[in-house]
């Protein structure tokens, strides 16, 4: 984000420290500016008064330290809704790394967290004004061809009209002897003749530099040669310890006896003493090189006798340990038996190696060791001996095999090589073996010191498909005996040693090489990155950068992949990686390389509020020096398309000299020494065709283009790929302009001629009046333009041999004025779009045609208008202003089955995706939200709206459905004034307006919705399409399942006339009850029908839901509607459109906890009015004869009005308790296959009886389940249908607890208000009443004795089995239940009843069990808490309506018996929060529930269907049959959230 101080932009970056944290690949590239971590206050970390740590200094008077790290407080207070903020100043460039952690743990301690490494990016300027790193145009120059610095302007001023605007130098130093470019004799000496003799070389170049920045707009880069240095520099005579000696790596030693043998082998081989081989032999064939093998192993291995410094001397040994123990004998030829495991104890404990190399036979035996592990005795000296013997033969064979191995490897990697260097094709084909063209490179040099003495040097190289950064010549490395490593002869590998303590000489000297370099030249180049450790790179680079802070780094790195390449680019802290044009294979491949190198897709939904991440910069080179030539490789006339698609990606670009002048071959780094040619500078001018100048004056107006389209902005990019032409668009984002290349590829000479009228191409817009490729420009530069490149085949016309460097003879055709002679564009219209299909007429392979189009005016006028709309944020606040939150539920969410129910429709399907999750906008804002994360252009979603506008018409159609709330107009009217314009855009344009269009609705809703609930919701909530808190997402969830589906409550007709003659606050409480939305218990498996209105999940959900967002008009009407169904004392467990099942005892407790929660939580007064509300009953009579009786005389006394039974909630809740209290006992109506065809017979009797000893309510029998666990066995196979799989009868923890509550609240609410309740308690079968404070009182002295299962099993004061005991200081889950064990199971139920009545619990029983069951019940990545115990005999965690054979998990058996359900870990951070609240502050307190949040708040931030599921699987894992939102999910974290802030 770019905002505006003190007139000046200051770039402004937000990143999620988690998102920061879990980016494998990408790295983080910023401007100056400011950066905002934002650390989610759910993460365990954001609750231990975190510090933000990082090495960027606090102000600019403060110098980089990399291992200097300072602290950042946070900006903001903590609190349980808000995450925690850090700010960062990025006031300089460079690469800095962020952990978090506490005060007194500075990194990198481990207790601090890693986020990743932030790139603040140099500022690169041309003559003080300003590139972007994108814009480099970057040319390689070998200096040794250059010449003498008075000669470098002449010759570069041809780069500056080419549009290069920096210049690669390979190194400017003197070289060694080979004379490679790379191969440095000295680091702080310059190359021999760069200046005339007697003048100052150094001077002389920064004098130069200057002055091709002044006067050609050109910059410097250098290569920087870290990891050798030429063979003969005098450096190694004078310090040999900077490279890698036999001494100090005696691992080496081998592999250079090996090298010795080899050169000696070489020199017999081109004498002639080699029997079968002549002098100087020639290797021509395989067959020569399989001679040469022989040979090698037939005279080279017997001479060096390898395997000595692999294996063990087992005489030596053997006589040492008879000498230690005085034994006389040597030989001994007992035959014993020893243990395999013996053998390996003395290979692990017995024997001691050298470093290898060190000495032959390097093993030695630990002779106490052995003595101990083969149970040496005096009296059994000869045994011991012999199995020591015996010991070492065996760990012989696999040190042999060993040796074996590497031998192999040696011969393979010899056979390959010679293979390439004496046969292959583009290799050096040697030919024969001479005196002075050796059998092999040698991989030592041999130094001669001062004292005669020869020092043997390890020579540097590489190996292929290596871990880059790693040191091949390290000591565990065997790579130079094994010959793995591709030498370098004329180099040898600096040793740094582990740190720049290790080498003090070599690190100076290097640091003084660096610190020049930096100072004359704007960036480095780093050669052989891969090679070098990262140590190294970041020591020196940190150097550089305190001469130049805006040091620009790129770097040769070859590694195994993206993730290890962030991994080496953040620690040596590199700005971008070269990255070859030359190496795809095929056309495909060269357009896949463009696209990836960067350039968001066309029309781009990314949105830039939060800092992205990048894959690591590259700079894209159509060719580099160490590439073949296109001429060599490909074709020459395929050097102009590739470098087209390079001009055109959005990257900084490279090319080397030589490639636009078309030579033949790629420059030789080591043999040449002839200068580039001059060329004459009129040749940039020139049109029509040009001879023999390459493709340079091409070139020249490809470079200038990417640099103009960097300027302009044109950051978005398309390649469209069609055989061998690729088309490649950069489009601006705003205006929409396009500027297209089509290039035809030519990487086969077949390819030059082949027929295109198969190719397609066909461009949306319309092309820019007078050629111009950029809109509104008049005379300027940029035009379309054609070019066609043919080179010659003739081998007379390469100029290989010449005495300059120059190209092959070539023509050129350039047509700056347009492309009509190349191609033919016919415009065509669709509809209101217009499209370019180009016909390629005369476009030979080699050939290129760029051209400007932008989008008509009448779609720049709709864009403008869809612009203007949305900014216009007032007017679309206005469309909501009538909106309620009921219509919000219609208008965001609805799943496919209620929109089936409502109005017979569906919801909308994409290809490749299915249908949309909810009808209303959020399914679409869900799919828009995870497009913008990877800006995903080619999700079904978008592929549908670009073939049509029916996604569009739905959106509108649906807002005027019948059954469409009328509040949705005004939105309806907005929405198609501007859908009609985004449906007058061009196809591949119409996503991105879509996506602002749903966005700025969205927020806008967002708004409305915040608006109308309570302060609560209201003032801590955060919830728009880019930052939600944990709170807005829940207040948001809350929506989808309170909404006009199906009315709660419908009375029958024959109730309808009564109702009208009865008073008018009955009539106003029907209303409201007939106009209440229902409340689904879960989507969409819940939504309509029998399934939605669950009175269990209602009274469960409807604190969370309706009370803790403020909607109590809502809530009143469920209470209400729900007590007029009242039958037998309990309230339904299924509605089911007015034949309700009765068959949950834990719905009423639920019911009656809701009441008390209205109560507490409604505005004043608005306790008092619910509980005298009237309601008429459904069902007076408990008894089905008088119920019937009942309906016919209301439908034959309708003259009658005391005929119609009503009730206040007052008298519900006492009609409740009474029945409780008096037992309650009866058979369901219509009992059989007609309402449950899984239940056996005596299920369907229903018992609930007051236990008068413990003041508990037991109900329940083994064949029916009347609690929330009431999963009923459904599987004939697996011998398990009608059997409840969790019967839970007798008296039910959560029960208990819910009774408790209810009693305290009933005994307060009639000492209180007497008037309003005057029960004072229940009445017995003798008239005698028992009070609620007397029933509390019973409750609470036998709660912890009843259920509390000791520690000890001594205390007699606890009704406890311990014969049935699995786990101690936990409360039993059910007390007397007919399976006896199942009271001891660890379930967490019991976590409800502390939730609701703490009172009862012991504080420090309470403590201790809650620890147990947050051990046994949560783990790591739980999003719900087990439902059993995980030691549990019956313990099933993963469930699955699949049918089988397994009696425990068949067709969902285990339903409650492992899987993790969500809405009790509600109720389990409820508990937490009663028992944190006794023992630390409340600070405290929110903190812990913050953390334990993590894992909900990421999940729904990343759910499709915006909410938390029912029940996950084991450990969190996905479940298929679990309701993917659910209600009671969504509302006890709510509650939980509640309950900590109102602490």
């Not at 005098?234 to 490279?243: F, R, S, Y």
């Amino acid at each position: 984000e770019n905002r505006q101080q003190n007139g000046a932009p200051i770039n402004q970056y937000v990143i999620d420290f988690h998102d920061f944290e879990q980016e494998k690949v990408k790295i983080f590239y910023l401007q100056q500016g400011s950066l905002t971590i934002t650390l989610r206050v759910e993460d365990p970390i954001a609750s231990t008064d975190p510090i933000l740590w990082s090495n960027l200094p606090p102000n600019p008077s403060v110098t980089f330290d990399r291992d200097v790290y300072f602290g950042t407080e946070p900006t903001n207070q903590f609190t349980i809704f808000s995450d925690v903020e850090f700010t960062l100043n990025l006031d300089r460039p460079g690469v800095f790394d962020i952990y978090v952690g506490t005060r007194t743990s500075v990194p990198p301690k481990t207790n601090v967290r890693f986020a990743g490494t932030i790139f603040v990016e140099p500022k690169i300027t041309r003559n003080n004004k300003k590139l972007s790193p994108q814009s480099l145009v970057i040319l390689t120059v070998l200096t040794k061809c250059l010449g003498p610095l008075n000669r470098w302007k002449s010759i570069l001023e041809r780069a500056s009209k080419a549009g290069y605007n920096m210049i690669h130098f390979t190194p400017v130093q003197k070289l060694g002897k080979s004379g490679s470019a790379y191969s440095i004799y000295h680091q702080l000496e310059f190359a021999d003749g760069l200046a005339p003799v007697g003048e100052n070389a150094e001077k002389a170049l920064e004098s130069t530099l200057a002055s091709l920045e002044k006067d050609l707009g050109l910059l410097s880069m250098v290569d920087i040669v870290l990891n050798h240095i030429a063979h003969n520099s005098k450096i190694l005579v004078e310090q040999p310890k900077v490279g890698y000696t036999l001494a100090d790596y005696p691992h080496l030693r081998p592999a250079f006896e090996l090298d010795e043998a080899l050169l000696v082998l070489s020199k017999e081989l081109s004498e002639g003493k080699v029997p079968g081989f002549p002098a100087e032999p020639s290797l021509s064939r395989v067959d020569d090189i399989n001679r040469v093998i022989t040979a090698i192993k037939e005279r080279v291995f017997p001479s060096i006798k390898l395997w000595e410094y692999y294996v063990i001397d087992v005489k030596k040994e053997i006589k040492r340990f008879n000498d230690e123990f005085g034994i006389d004998y040597l030989e001994v030829d007992e035959e014993v038996n020893i243990e395999n495991e013996t053998v390996e104890r003395i290979r692990s404990e017995g024997i001691q190696k050298q470093t290898f190399g060190a000495n032959r036979y390097g093993w030695s035996v630990d002779v106490d060791k052995v003595a101990k592990i083969l149970k040496f005795s005096e009296s059994d000296q000869l045994s011991t001996v012999a199995k020591l013997k015996k010991a070492l033969n065996i760990l012989n064979i696999s040190f042999y095999q060993e040796h074996n191995n590497d031998t192999e490897a040696i011969l393979k990697n010899i056979s390959n090589r010679l293979d390439y260097e004496f046969l292959q094709p583009n290799g050096p084909r040697k030919g024969k073996i001479t005196a002075k063209s050796k059998l092999i490179d040698t991989y030592f040099t041999r130094v001669v010191l001062p004292n005669k003495k020869i020092e043997p040097l390890a020579n540097n190289g590489w190996i292929w498909d290596m871990q880059a950064g790693i040191d091949i010549a390290a000591s565990d490395s065997r790579a130079y005996l094994r010959r793995d490593v591709i030498i370098w002869g004329d180099c040898v590998k600096l040793n740094y040693g582990d740190s720049h303590h290790s080498n003090p000489h070599l690190w100076k000297h290097m640091t003084l090489y660096v610190e020049k370099m930096a100072q004359m030249f704007h960036g480095f180049r780093l050669d052989n990155c891969h090679g070098t450790k990262p140590h190294v790179i970041e020591y020196l680079l940190d150097k550089a950068r305190k001469v130049r802070p805006d040091l620009l780094v790129v770097a040769e790195l070859f590694s195994k992949g993206p993730e290890e390449d962030k991994s080496l680019v953040s620690r040596m802290g590199l700005h971008a990686l070269i990255r070859e044009a030359q190496h795809p294979h095929d056309p495909h491949g060269l357009g896949e390389l463009a696209h990836a190198c960067g350039g968001d897709a066309v029309a781009s939904v990314s949105r830039f509020e939060n800092a992205r991440g990048y894959l690591p910069r590259p700079v894209l080179m159509d060719c580099t020096h160490d590439n073949n030539s296109p001429v060599q490789s490909r074709t020459g006339e395929d050097s102009l398309p590739t470098a087209a698609v390079v001009a055109m990606s959005r990257c900084a670009i490279g090319s080397v000299m030589g490639y636009d002048e078309i030579y033949h071959h790629r420059v030789d780094l080591v043999g040449e020494t002839r200068l580039y040619a001059q060329i004459d500078k009129e040749v940039f001018e020139k049109d029509g065709v040009v001879r023999n100048v390459g493709m340079l004056p091409a070139k020249a107006l490809l470079n200038k283009l990417h640099q103009k389209l960097e300027e302009e902005g044109y950051s978005e990019l398309h390649v469209h790929q069609d055989g061998n032409v690729i088309a490649i668009s950069r489009h601006h984002p705003s205006t929409h302009a396009s500027v297209v290349a089509i290039c035809h590829s030519a990487f086969t000479p077949d390819s030059i001629h082949e027929n295109l009228d198969r190719v397609k191409i066909s461009l949306p817009g319309r092309v820019i009046k007078n050629g111009h490729l950029f809109p509104g420009e008049k005379d300027g530069d940029f035009k379309s333009f054609g070019a066609q490149l043919m080179v010659s085949k003739d081998p007379t016309k390469f100029n290989v041999d010449g005495e300059e460097l120059k190209g092959v003879d070539s023509v050129l055709y350039v047509d700056r004025d347009g492309i009509e002679g190349i191609v033919e564009l016919v415009e065509r219209k669709e509809g209101e779009s217009v499209f370019q299909d180009v016909k390629l007429k005369r476009f030979p392979g080699g050939s290129v045609v760029v051209l400007g189009l932008q989008v008509t005016d009448p779609a720049k006028d709709s864009i403008q208008r869809i612009r203007s709309c949305v900014e216009e944020t007032h007017r679309l606040q206005d469309c909501f202003e009538d909106v309620d939150l009921t219509a919000f539920n219609f208008f965001l969410y609805r799943c496919n089955e209620e929109e089936q129910v409502t109005g017979g429709f569906e919801n909308y399907s994409l290809s490749d995706f299915g249908k949309i999750v909810y009808g209303g906008l959020a399914g679409v804002s869900t799919i828009l939200q995870q497009i913008r994360k990877k800006n995903d252009m080619g999700h079904p979603l978008f592929n549908n709206i670009r073939q049509g506008h029916w996604l569009l018409d739905y959106i509108t159609a649906r807002l005027v459905r019948k059954d469409a709330p009328h509040s949705l107009q005004k939105i309806h009217a907005w929405l198609e004034d501007v859908f009609s314009d985004c449906k007058k855009l061009p196809p591949p344009l119409i996503p991105k307006y879509f996506d602002l269009v749903i966005s700025s609705v969205w927020n806008a809703a967002s708004k409305k919705i915040l608006s109308l609930m309570s302060d609560f919701v209201k003032f801590r909530s955060v919830f728009t399409e880019n930052s939600s808190n944990l709170l807005g997402m829940l207040a948001f969830a809350s929506l989808e399942f309170v909404g006009r589906v199906e009315n709660l409550i419908n009375y029958p007709q024959i109730f309808h006339h009564h109702i009208q003659q009865s008073d008018p606050e009955v009539k106003s409480i029907v209303d409201l009850i007939q106009s209440t939305s229902s409340l689904s218990a879960g989507l969409p498996h819940f939504s309509v029908g029998y399934f939605r209105n669950w009175g269990r999940d209602t009274f469960i959900a409807l604190r969370g839901l309706l009370l803790v967002t403020g909607r109590f008009q809502e809530a009143k009407g469920i209470i209400l509607g729900y007590a007029c169904c009242l039958r037998h004392g309990l309230i339904p467990n299924l509605l089911n459109f007015g034949s309700p099942r009765f068959n949950a005892r834990d719905a009423t407790w639920f019911f009656l906890q809701s009441i008390q929660d209205y109560c507490a939580m409604a505005p004043t007064g608005e306790d008092q009015k619910i509980l005298k509300s009237r309601v008429v009953r459904l069902f007076p009579f408990d008894k089905e004869s008088d119920h019937n009786e009942y309906l016919k005389n209301l439908q034959e006394k309708k003259s009658d009005p005391s005929i119609l039974r009503t009730s206040t909630l007052i008298e519900i809740i006492q009609e409740i308790m009474q029945k409780s209290f008096s037992g309650i006992s009866f058979r369901e109506w219509n009992a059989g296959k007609a309402i449950d065809d899984k239940m056996t017979d005596e299920g369907f009797n229903v018992r609930v009886n007051f236990d008068e000893t413990s003041g508990f309510l037991i109900g329940g029998n083994s064949n029916n389940c009347g609690t929330w666990m009431d999963k009923m066995g459904e599987s004939e196979l697996a011998h398990n249908h009608g059997v409840p799989s969790t019967p839970r009868d007798g008296a039910n923890i959560e029960l208990v607890g819910l009774l408790k509550s209810t009693l305290r609240w009933l005994a307060h609410l009639n000492r209180s208000h007497p008037q309003l309740f005057p029960h004072d308690g229940v009445m017995d079968r003798n008239g005698k009443v028992f009070t609620y404070a007397e029933w509390e009182d019973r409750v609470a002295s036998n709660f912890e004795s009843f259920f509390y299962v000791p520690e000890d099993p001594s205390k007699s004061n606890y009704k406890t089995d311990f014969s049935l005991v699995h786990r101690r200081a936990i409360y039993k889950d059910v007390y007397g239940s007919s399976t006896l064990f199942a009271d001891y199971q660890l379930r967490p139920n019991w976590l409800i009843a502390l939730a609701v009545a703490p009172e009862i619990f012991d504080t420090e029983h309470a403590a201790i069990a809650l620890k147990i069951t947050e051990s046994a019940l949560i783990s790591k990545n739980s999003l719900g808490i087990k439902t059993l115990d995980s030691k549990d005999w019956n313990y099933r965690p993963n469930y699955e309506m699949n049918e089988t054979d397994d009696y425990h998990t068949s067709k969902g058996a285990n339903y409650h018996q492992g899987p993790e359900w969500l809405w009790v870990y509600g109720y389990y951070l409820r508990a937490k929060i009663q028992v944190d609240k006794l023992k630390v502050t409340k600070k405290s307190v929110q903190e812990n529930i913050a953390h334990l949040l993590f894992n909900h708040r990421n999940h729904i931030t990343h759910s499709l269907w915006l909410g938390l599921p029912e029940l996950t699987n084991e450990n969190g894992s996905f479940c298929s049959s679990s309701c993917p939102t659910q209600a009671w999910s969504i509302a006890t974290f709510l509650d939980a959230l509640y309950d900590a802030q109102s602490i």
